[in-house]
Each structure stands twice: as C-alpha cells, then as structure tokens.
C-alpha cells in the first residue's frame, strides 16, 4: 500500500547470456588461516583479489575524493537548487492533514489560487489515503473547489493539497488559504490499542488492524522446548525511530516538451527514474534522474515517494521547473520511520549452553503500511535446530514506515541478546561462552577470531569487577552483541572506463553515493586495477543518462555489486590501451603490466613507458565495459558478520546511562577504502547508541499526533553522549566475487543497543525491557529491584 | 513554535519571523543564536513588501531586494547562491546553518537578514583561498571528518568561531562547541578528531 520496504535493487537484468566457465584457484579467508578454495567462474572473470594479491590503494585509508568540495560549500545538494540555476524555478508546499482519521468534506483552494505568485494547485481529493505514489494521477484533481465523496486521510501529515509559487514564501501563505472541512473520524495510533477487537480500523474494507506474516519455521519448537533443561522467557519492547537525515527529501522536476529531468536526493536513480515512468506512463528513456550529492538515506530514500512524484506533477501543471523539499515537521510525519515492536520470546537451551529452541512472537506497527518483521535476526544469527518465528504487521493511523539500516535487525537483536544473557545466567555460564557455544556452521566464519579480540579490547575479564555490587552509586557494567546481515551484493551493475589520450581515465556508472564514500570507492578500484593514482580517475556517477545499470543504494550491497564490475571495464579499458602500446615497447599486449603509473613488459621491466606516454599513443579514447557477474556459490550467500562490546557507567542516583566505550568488530570480507568502512562503523554505532538511550518518536494517543516532530524534542546522540568507538577490523577473503569482499552499512548498527542493555543489566543487576534505557525506566527497575 | 499549517491559531515560524521583524523584535530572535546577544534597536517598521537590504558576506557588500521577514540562510542560499550554508530544521536546533557575524557562530535560520546588515557575515564559501584550504577544512579532509557533508559547513562554522578565539581549544571546548551540530551519518568521531588536530596544530 505505501512505499513497500524494497530491498533496493534495480529492475534491469543483463540479457546476456552466461558465458563459459572456468576454473580458478583463489587464497580466502583470514591471512592467519588461509585457506585454498577452488572456484568456477565465467571465462571472462578476473582472478579474486585473494590473500596473494599485492594491492596498492584498497585497503588502505583514501581520503573522499568529494571532501575539499564538500568542506567548502562547493558541493551541490537536491536541495541546493535555486533559480538561480534554474530560471523561473517554483517551490512547491503540500498542505497535510492535521488529524490521524477524517474524512474530507471539502477542500476550496480558491484564495490560494488566487494569491499573486501562485502558479499552480492541486488537491489530493480521491480515495482513502494518497497511497502508491505511482497512481497519483488517478486520486488528484485541479480543484480549486472540491467536494469529494470518498476521500479519507488516514494520519497526520497525509498530503491533500500541493502548491506551487513563485517563492517558498508564497507557497506557504497559499498553503494557509486553503480552507478545508474535515469531519474528523476515530483514530487509534497506539499498536496495543489497535489491536483490539474494538479498535478503529485504518484500511476500509479491512477486518482487523492485526495482519500476520507466515510463519518462519525450522524443524520442531516443541521437540526443542522438550529438550531444554533450560527456558527463558521475556517480552521486550523497541520504540518508533526517525531516519533524520540531515538533507530532506527533496526533489527538483523539469519538463522539457515530453522529457523529464529530476534532481533528487534518492537512493536509486535508477528505481526513482522506474516509478516516475510507471506514474507518468511515460518510456524510461524519456526520464532523467539526477543525484550527485546527497545528504543521507537510512533507508528512508528509495523510489520515487510522494515528493519526487508532487515535484513532477507540479512541474507538468505549472509548465515551469519546481522544487519540493519537505521541511522537519514534514520529514518527520510523513517520509518514513522504523516500526517500533513488542517481541515475546522464549529461548531453551541444554546444561552445556546449546541452543534447543527459539520462539518469537512479534507485533509491531509500520503506521498506515507494512512491514513491522523483527524476528528474522533469530533465525541465523546463533545455531539453534528448532525456531519458529511468527511476526505481525499492526496498522495504525500513522505515518508510514520505511526501511531503516537493517530493517528488523537491530530490534530482533535486542530480544535475542537480552535472552540470551539471561540464558547465560540461568545457566551459571559466561554470556560470551554461550555465544562461542552455538556458532553457526559456516565456510570462512571468522566469529570466534572476532569475539576474542574484542573481549580482549573491551577488557572481558575485568566484567567481573563490575555489577551492582559496587559501593559507588555509579554502576559499570559491559555487555555484547553479535550482528549479522545476509549478504545481498550481486548482479545487475554495468561500469565503463575510458582512458584518454591525455592519460585521464574516468569511470562512469549510474550509481549513487549517499554519503558513504561511493564516489571514492569507484576511483579506488579503477586506480588499483589500472595501476594509477587515485587522482588520476575522474568519477561519473548519479545520472541515470549513462544507462549504466547500477543497484539502487541499501541493504548494504552498493560497493561490492559495483566494484567487481568496475574492475572488469577498468580491465577491459586496459586491455585496450596495451593493444596500442604493445608495438612501442616491443611486446605482446599479454605480457604487458600497468603498475604505479608505468606500463611494461614483464620479461623488460626497466623499459617502461609512463601511464601519460602510453595514453598518448592512443588516436582516441578507449573505454571497456565491465558487467557485474553473478556471485560464485556457495560464498556469495555468506552473511556479514561482527561483534560489538559496550562498557556503561549508569548512575543509580539519577538514572543517566554513560556508554564509555564501544568495541566494534567487524568483517566483511575485503575492506577497499579503511577510511570510509570505519565511517560507517561509527555511525551504525552512533545509531544504536541513540537507539539505546535516547530516540523515540512520541504520538500523542487523544489528538493522534506526532508531538516530537523536530530536532529538538527527538533527541539523537551528540559529542557529549558520543562514546569511544574502537573499530576492530578482521578481512576473511570471500572468494563470492572478484574483489573478495561483503558489506558493512547495516550490521555495524544491528547489535549495538543490545550490547548496551546487557552492559546495563550487567552494570545494575536488574533488566529493563524497553528501549530506549531513559532515566525514569532505570529508576523504576531500581525501586522494583529494591521491592522485590 | 509548532508548524501545523492548516490547523488554525497556530503560528508558524515564517508568520512569527515576519511579525518578529517588522515590529523590531530582533532581540527576541537574537536571544536564540549561539553565545550571549546583543540586542539590537530598529524603532523603523519595515515592510511588508521587499526593501532594501545590503549584507556584508565573506568580505563583499551585496545589494538584495527581500521582505524583511526572510531569514539569513534564505538570502545567502536562494539569492546569493551561496549554498554551502545548510537549512535543516530551519529553527534552530540542527546548526547545519551556521555563520560567523561578526566573528561570533550564529543560526542563520534565525536571524532576519535585515537584522544582519552593517555586519560582517562570513560562510563556509569565505574560508578557503581559492583552493587553499583552511587548516581546518584540510584536517575535515584528512580526518574523514564527513560522511553525506551535509552538517559539515555547520560544524566547520561553529568550529572557526571557538578555534578563531582560542586556537588552542580544549578537547571539551570543541565537544561544547559542536554540541548544537547535528550529524546523522556518525562522522562525530572523526570531526572531534579533526578538530582536535586542528587546535593542536
């Protein structure tokens, strides 16, 4: 119904068939443990970058190519386009409802059309609820007087109305001219109450709030359960989250004759670009997607959405560019969150720690839309032969939820972990041996090597030190987590490389970088490949022109769908440019290597020519294509995997927790820029921290709205709650494709509010149940703790 | 100041801004910007329409036609193409819009552009000579101090004012002076580190 939870791959498929096979030997996984695995790819592959490869840049710490642009405001946003770069630019301003549940009576724009300056309006005037972005056409009309029949909004912040002005100014003085009726209708915004029998129902038609996934199933509960000397068995509790990205969503449409231009931020061009042809029926080929720079995604960012399709259709109506940008208010009630959830589990294990039988029951609420799913972390994240985990969707009259970094990890996670320390303490075990004790089966699983450096890091030992049996009012403690997220990094992606007769090499794909260090991930592998310096790579990227197919950016497979592809052009470009030169060093275009910015024949190293006075033997440029090919099995389904250790100060008196310190341990196969995958460590920890402590979006139950839509009422961690991060980095070389790498943006923030809450129970002897660990749930478990 | 647009009574904070500045009230705004106010005195209603308004940026006196109730960040990003200066919550409370007047790092969302003239405005476009960069923009670039970059002119301005008054500033007085910046991504870390690096130098 609302902007489903894509995985965020693009729709494109190579029509090429697979090419013929071959055999290659390949060093994988940790440098201390090698191993020699033998792998059948296309003909057409390059060997892995495996443990003997001798690699110049990748790995090492390469400063964002973007950086100078982007520390002196030189760097261009969605939202940074004015008139000035787009004559005759309008801003466009929707009206939102104000209520969670009424029906529209009447909606007279008349004044607002009539405000000088106002270019175009629109009313939102059909159905119950703006839903699928892509029928947009169907449900709006130009009003400026309507008295719909069967229009329902179904949360606060539902669009109703859109208009466009000369300045933002104007918009917004039109907004306040509109005068709509609404009959307000009863609303339920809380998932426990929606699930009454009783409840308002948010879908019309609809039977219940309450909608059931299938179950997941593995082997048999009840076996499992009989099994267990041991059972644990809890209901915990996560809260609704904003994605809060800095740059909002934003988007800048222009019509020239059939064609269409969109400057967004997004995280698919190329997803963007497929809906706005779906919405406008209109050929691919006829729309351009542009996305250059952008100021964070989280998941919140994919498709084309209400903005991007509002942004188009006032563009169409005004005859005239327009910009849509939502503000704070907006963004925070209507362009997704991460569905908040109640999960009862139970957890049996045997005497010595093995794992029996997992049980999940969860609800959770992604507002008017779908996909609240939690458990799926349980599944895979420790060995366990029998699990059954039943996940509910329930509706509420709320904005919708959209994906967050790792959707449905970092909740299941804090179920998961919670009961298993409390396994290890029915147990009398060691939380961290409990963990050891049930390993997933997995080739190349480098968690144990992980789990022991960073209990050595943390200080493991010195937990015992700890606990509430310290005579200060300050209580430490330290907890762990382990994340884990599949591996979703594949095919369709297509690069191409050109080198130039004046030596400059650029590497173009319509991929986008949301901030994460894509553009700089793009010139580190062209550069390694071709055996230049990363300056020298000019990068093309965010513009679906290129029509070079490319994931849209999520679920943590960007960077190793696109740089096996990219190695293959950078490869071909090569191939190319040695043909040309070959003659003048006297060689076969086979011998010849590219290394350091030289070109030689191996048997003659001495005789080289340099990167520039090989370019300038070619007549024109030369450019090689470089196809993304499929994953090699079984490794391509290897998930990321990582620990994360917190050490917390929580003071009895006031209830404040203080996370000292994070260690966060990671693989993800080979890292290519350590700059830029220590980033995103930093801030999947600095997520979770705040998940931990401080966010949650809040509704007010009576009036059904969102009473923390701000920066300043929804609090995010900043330098004074920020903890020392320690980034531990372990490189097991996974031999799926041929750089030898994973992922990392998503599992860097699944465990770590889990690790803190065991720290917190650790720290006070006492658990709490609910995220986020506020003062005046620490002081209620304290006097309970004090009762009991 | 709650933002509900259609609901009625509600103030929203352009409507606030407009009644603010037209009835001199740029005290009561300039309560709001970083570090202690100087209130300021316009007995002259101005307004509604546009009017003359002539700002000092990065060393350049420019000559704007606006209503007296647009903001700073407004005049510096939509008509003075300068947008490296970042509108994010519009109210305060992000610091991605962030200048110097004056020396001092201000909120440019909530200060009325006519409140700012006869001062000296500089934006993170007048740090960098050319493609000289400043030695904290350079240490930004070598500490990965940025992620999506979108609060990094935010931060760079709010770091240049403590750094241009104690050069070198305490690991506290740079957490204190970054505490109303706003970063999503988690560059925290390394613009801490940059910034240290920067006032050690």
């Known amino acids: 119904m609302y902007p489903p939870a894509r995985a965020g791959r693009a729709a494109r498929s190579p029509e090429e068939k697979p090419p013929r096979k071959k055999k290659l030997k390949a060093k994988v996984g940790l440098a201390e443990h090698p191993q020699i695995v033998e792998i059948e790819v296309p003909e057409n592959e390059l060997p892995v970058w495996d443990l003997d490869a001798k690699l110049k840049i990748v790995g090492k710490r390469v400063p964002r190519i973007e950086g100078p642009a982007k520390v002196t405001g030189q760097a261009k946003y969605t939202l940074d386009y004015t008139a000035e770069d787009l004559p005759g630019l309008l801003y466009a301003k929707v009206l939102r409802s104000p209520y969670a549940h009424?029906?529209?009576?009447?909606?007279?724009?008349?004044?607002?059309?009539?405000?000088?300056?106002?270019?175009?309006?629109?009313l939102i005037d059909k159905g119950q609820g703006f839903y699928a972005p892509e029928a947009l056409l169907d449900v709006v009309s130009d009003g400026p007087v309507s008295h719909p029949q069967d229009r329902e909004v179904i949360f606060e912040g539902e669009e109703v109305a859109v208009v466009a002005a000369e300045s933002e100014a104007i918009a917004e003085d039109a907004l306040e001219l509109i005068e709509v009726k609404y009959q307000r209708l009863p609303h339920v915004v809380d998932y426990e109450e929606a699930r009454q029998p009783n409840a308002p129902l948010v879908r019309k038609g609809g039977t219940s709030?309450?909608?059931?996934?299938?179950?997941?199933v593995v082997g048999d509960i009840e076996k499992g359960f009989k099994e267990a000397d041991v059972t644990i068995e809890r209901t915990l509790r996560v809260p609704v989250l904003l994605h809060n990205c800095a740059e909002s969503h934003a988007a800048v449409a222009q019509w020239e004759g059939p064609k269409l231009t969109v400057w967004a931020s997004t995280q698919g061009v190329n997803g963007f670009r497929d809906d706005l042809a779906k919405t406008f029926k209109m050929d691919k080929a006829g729309i351009r997607v542009i996305t250059q720079h952008m100021g964070g995604g989280f998941g919140s960012k994919f498709g084309m959405q209400n903005y991007g399709a509002l942004a188009a259709l006032m563009a169409r109506r005004a005859g005239a560019p327009v910009k849509l940008a939502y503000d704070r208010h907006e963004e925070s009630l209507a362009a997704g969150n991460r569905p908040n959830a109640t999960m009862w589990i139970k957890v049996g294990a045997k005497k010595d720690g093995s794992l029996t039988a997992i049980h999940c029951r969860a609800y959770g609420t992604a507002g008017v839309g779908r996909d609240a799913s939690v458990t799926s972390i349980m599944a895979t994240v420790y060995k366990c032969p029998n699990v059954r985990l039943e996940d509910s969707d329930v509706l509420t009259h709320v904005g919708y939820g959209m994906p967050m970094r790792a959707p449905g990890y970092?909740?299941?996670?804090?179920?998961?972990?919670?009961?298993?320390?409390?396994?290890?303490?029915?147990?009398?075990?060691?939380?961290?041996?409990?963990?050891?004790?049930?390993?997933?089966?997995?080739?190349?699983?480098?968690?144990?090597?992980?789990?022991?450096?960073?209990?050595?890091?943390?200080?493991?030992?010195?937990?015992?030190?700890?606990?509430?049996?310290s005579a200060s009012p300050i209580k430490r403690g330290i907890g762990m987590g382990t994340a884990v997220w599949g591996n979703g990094a594949g095919p369709p992606a297509m690069s191409r490389v050109t080198i130039s007769p004046d030596g400059t090499v650029e590497s173009a794909m319509a991929v986008q970088d949301l901030g994460v260090g894509t553009r700089t991930l793009v010139a580190i592998v062209t550069a390694e490949e071709l055996g230049v310096a990363v300056e020298a790579v000019?990068?093309?990227?965010?513009?679906?022109?290129?029509?070079?197919?490319?994931?849209?950016?999520?679920?943590?497979?960007?960077?190793?769908?696109?740089?096996?592809?990219?190695?293959?052009?950078?490869?071909?470009a090569r191939e190319e440019l040695f043909k040309q030169v070959a003659p003048a060093l006297g060689a076969k275009p086979e011998d010849l290597i590219s290394t350091d910015g030289k070109i030689f024949a191996r048997s003659q190293p001495e005789?080289?020519?340099?990167?520039?006075?090989?370019?300038?033997?070619?007549?024109?440029?030369?450019?090689?294509?470089?196809?993304?090919?499929?994953?090699?099995?079984?490794?391509?389904?290897?998930p990321l995997w990582g620990v994360q250790f917190a050490e917390v100060e929580v003071d009895t008196e006031t209830g404040l927790v203080r996370v000292v310190?994070?260690?966060?341990?990671?693989?993800?196969?080979?890292?290519?820029?350590?700059?830029?995958?220590?980033?995103?460590?930093?801030?999947?920890?600095?997520?979770?921290?705040?998940?931990?402590?401080?966010?949650?979006?809040?509704?007010?139950?009576?009036?059904?709205?969102?009473?923390?839509?701000?920066?300043e009422d929804y609090k995010m961690i900043g330098p004074e709650e920020l903890p020392e991060i320690e980034v531990l980095i372990v490189e097991p070389i996974n031999p799926a494709n041929n750089v030898g790498g994973k992922g990392i943006g998503e599992p860097c923030t699944v465990p770590t509010a889990a690790a803190i809450a065991n720290a917190v129970a650790h720290a006070l002897g006492v658990r709490i149940y609910e995220l986020p660990l506020a003062p005046d749930r620490i002081l209620d478990a304290l006097s309970r703790q004090k009762e009991a | 100041m709650s933002k509900i647009k259609s609901g009625k009574g509600k103030?929203?904070?352009?409507?606030?801004?407009?009644?603010?500045?037209?009835?001199?009230?740029?005290?009561?705004?300039?309560?709001?910007a970083k570090g202690p106010a100087r209130a300021a005195t316009r007995a002259q209603p101005q307004g509604p329409g546009r009017v003359e308004v002539r700002l000092n940026v990065n060393g350049r006196e420019r000559v704007l036609k606006l209503e007296p109730r647009?903001?700073?960040?407004?005049?510096?990003?939509?008509?003075?193409?300068?947008?490296?200066?970042?509108?994010?919550?519009?109210?305060?409370?992000?610091?991605?819009?962030?200048?110097?007047?004056?020396?001092?790092?201000?909120?440019?969302?909530?200060?009325?552009?006519?409140?700012?003239?006869?001062?000296?405005?500089?934006?993170?476009e007048g740090l960098a000579q050319g493609k000289v960069l400043t030695r904290l923009q350079k240490a930004f670039v070598d500490h990965d101090a940025l992620q999506c970059g979108f609060c990094t002119p935010g931060m760079i301005m709010s770091l240049k004012a403590l750094l241009d008054q104690h050069p070198r500033a305490t690991a506290q007085q740079i957490k204190a002076a970054i505490a109303g910046n706003y970063c999503r991504c988690g560059a925290l870390p390394n613009i801490l580190k940059a910034a240290n690096a920067a006032a050690r130098v």
């Not at chain 2, 110097?100 to 969302?109: F, H």
């Open chain 1, 102 to 122: 009424a029906r529209v009576e009447s909606i007279d724009a008349s004044k607002a059309a009539a405000l000088a300056g106002v270019k175009a309006v629109v």
């Open chain 1, 209 to 216: 709030n309450v909608l059931p996934a299938d179950p997941q």
């Open chain 1, 410 to 469: 970092p909740q299941g996670s804090f179920a998961i972990e919670s009961a298993m320390d409390e396994l290890a303490r029915e147990l009398k075990m060691d939380p961290l041996e409990l963990r050891r004790k049930n390993f997933v089966d997995l080739p190349l699983l480098a968690l144990d090597e992980m789990y022991r450096m960073g209990a050595e890091k943390i200080g493991w030992a010195r937990r015992r030190e700890m606990g509430p049996q």
């Open chain 1, 538 to 572: 000019k990068v093309t990227i965010g513009d679906t022109r290129l029509e070079l197919i490319a994931p849209d950016s999520g679920g943590s497979v960007t960077a190793l769908s696109i740089a096996p592809a990219i190695r293959l052009a950078a490869a071909h």
């Open chain 1, 607 to 638: 005789k080289a020519l340099t990167w520039q006075e090989a370019a300038a033997k070619l007549s024109k440029p030369v450019s090689g294509l470089g196809e993304r090919l499929p994953n090699v099995a079984p490794y391509g389904d290897l």
């Open chain 1, 661 to 711: 310190k994070v260690v966060a341990v990671h693989e993800a196969g080979r890292v290519i820029n350590r700059a830029t995958f220590e980033g995103q460590i930093h801030g999947g920890v600095m997520m979770g921290v705040g998940y931990a402590l401080l966010e949650r979006r809040a509704v007010d139950k009576p009036e059904g709205r969102v009473i923390n839509p701000n920066l």
């Open chain 2, 11 to 32: 103030v929203s904070r352009r409507k606030f801004l407009k009644t603010a500045g037209m009835a001199g009230g740029a005290a009561a705004v300039g309560l709001l």
């Open chain 2, 70 to 124: 647009g903001t700073l960040v407004e005049a510096l990003r939509d008509h003075l193409r300068l947008t490296g200066t970042k509108r994010v919550c519009d109210h305060g409370e992000c610091g991605a819009c962030t200048v110097l007047i004056n020396g001092r790092a201000v909120c440019s969302c909530m200060t009325l552009a006519v409140d700012a003239q006869g001062k000296k405005i500089v934006t993170i």
